[in-house]
């Protein structure tokens, strides 16, 4: 592993605790990208200073520690512009990397589809392209092909019309996949499907939960960004109401504008969804700080709007008495009888959205009964001898196909419990 020092600036305007709880999660994440902490240095200072982010005296300090501890990397808890990372390179003999970069090497060491590589590629290339020179220089020359080859163009702007190609590259791709996605959702919309999307911030316990709501055998891991890839699977309801169910990779304090940006066609699941399962680790002591950060995100996605469901996860790992607000949950992912809770309540917040249905179905009308129990949420369903037909009650979304054949236009307002 290898040894970092991490290096915060502690602005006039951060509270402690918020700046301690962002120096922890810098630490996980080292840990998480195989690094080993071996000392933190920290300076209050009124703004960042514009050459070197931290003041003359604290870079002398931080030189010697590096020798002294045998550091081979450090890592700034903030975004450096390429000007900062190029002064302190040239004072530090270790490599020397920001926040920024230490989440795109993560991303790039969890991404497994093709799409989730392309995306990390991108945000790195854009990352890396005004940094080529250190000083982030405009080219001395634009444009290429005749005139422009030969002996005549450096190797600086040669390594750079190769990134803008490659980001082109890569950005026509993405939108190939893109279209692909969204077809996806189109056609979910044309069957009516319910989607699902679950969010919170990074090792929440998202993956164990999906695992246990589908049945699926996704990776989880008590690790950052254990999962990257987004996966949609089906959930059934206890009364057959089949929904899809979709994990989306954890939200961080500071997360990177290239990576919003280069997930935004993944993070478009959660802007179509009729309900977001938040889930927040409950054990872990900044949770309010992390609540916010991913209210913040989805409000940048579009979906704050959304209907939500909170589950607090991990009530086992709590070590004081928790009460979780109204209309939340206390849940352990793992546990059955809260499988059946959480359950319960999504049911409930989708009834919320839905509006009541009763009708009678002719008994030889089986493939229809098997819609019904698919594509609503059936109450009740009684067997009348007499007409030889079944009654059924539940609730089903309005200006939709089986709305539409189960209950007359005029009565299709959304019930409210």
Do not use: W
């Not at 070590?319 to 352990?332: D, K, R």
């Not at 049911?347 to 179905?361: A, E, F, K």
């Amino acid at each position: 592993m290898e040894n970092v020092i991490l290096v915060g600036c502690q602005l006039s305007s951060q509270r402690d605790e918020r700046f301690d709880s962002s120096l922890h999660e810098l630490a996980a994440l080292t840990k998480t990208a195989g690094g080993q902490v071996v000392c933190v240095l920290t300076q209050k200072r009124e703004k960042p200073d514009a050459a070197t982010y931290i003041g003359g005296g604290k870079l002398q300090e931080l030189d010697t520690l590096e020798k002294q501890l045998g550091a081979s990397t450090v890592i700034f808890n903030a975004p450096l512009s390429p000007a900062q990372q190029g002064r302190l390179s040239a004072v530090l003999d270790a490599k020397v990397l920001d926040r920024t970069q230490l989440i795109l090497d993560i991303f790039a060491m969890r991404a497994r589809s093709r799409e989730g590589k392309l995306q990390v590629e991108l945000a790195q290339l854009q990352y890396l392209l005004p940094r080529l020179s250190g000083m982030g220089d405009s080219l001395s020359r634009l444009g290429g092909g005749i005139g422009t080859r030969g002996p005549g163009e450096t190797k600086l702007e040669t390594d750079r019309r190769y990134l803008r190609n490659r980001m082109k590259d890569i950005r026509r791709q993405l939108d190939s996949v893109a279209g692909h996605r969204q077809r996806y959702r189109d056609h979910r919309a044309d069957r009516n499907q319910c989607q699902i999307a679950l969010v919170g911030y990074t090792n929440a316990g998202k993956s164990t939960l999906f695992n246990q709501l589908t049945s699926a055998h996704t990776y989880e891991e008590n690790q950052l960004f254990a999962t990257l890839d987004p996966l949609t699977r089906k959930m059934r309801l206890p009364e057959g109401y089949i929904c899809l169910l979709s994990d989306t990779v954890g939200f961080i304090q500071d997360l990177p504008t290239e990576l919003i940006a280069a997930f935004r066609s993944t993070l478009e699941e959660v802007a179509g969804a009729q309900l977001i399962i938040h889930v927040v680790d409950a054990s872990d002591p900044d949770l309010l700080e992390h609540e916010k950060t991913v209210r913040e995100l989805l409000l940048q996605l579009g979906a704050g709007e959304i209907p939500a469901l909170t589950l607090y996860n991990k009530k086992d790992l709590l070590e004081t008495p928790f009460i979780a607000p109204e209309h939340a949950l206390l849940v352990a992912a793992r546990d059955p009888a809260d499988r059946s809770r959480i359950l319960a309540a999504i049911r409930d917040h989708l009834i919320r959205q839905m509006v009541p249905y009763s009708c009678s179905v002719p008994a030889d009308s089986g493939s229809l009964l098997n819609e019904i129990s698919r594509e609503t949420i059936l109450k009740e369903q009684r067997f009348i001898n007499k007409d030889q037909v079944y009654q059924v009650n539940g609730f089903v979304f309005p200006d939709t196909v089986m709305a539409a054949r189960l209950i007359p236009k005029k009565d299709t307002e959304i019930h409210e419990e």
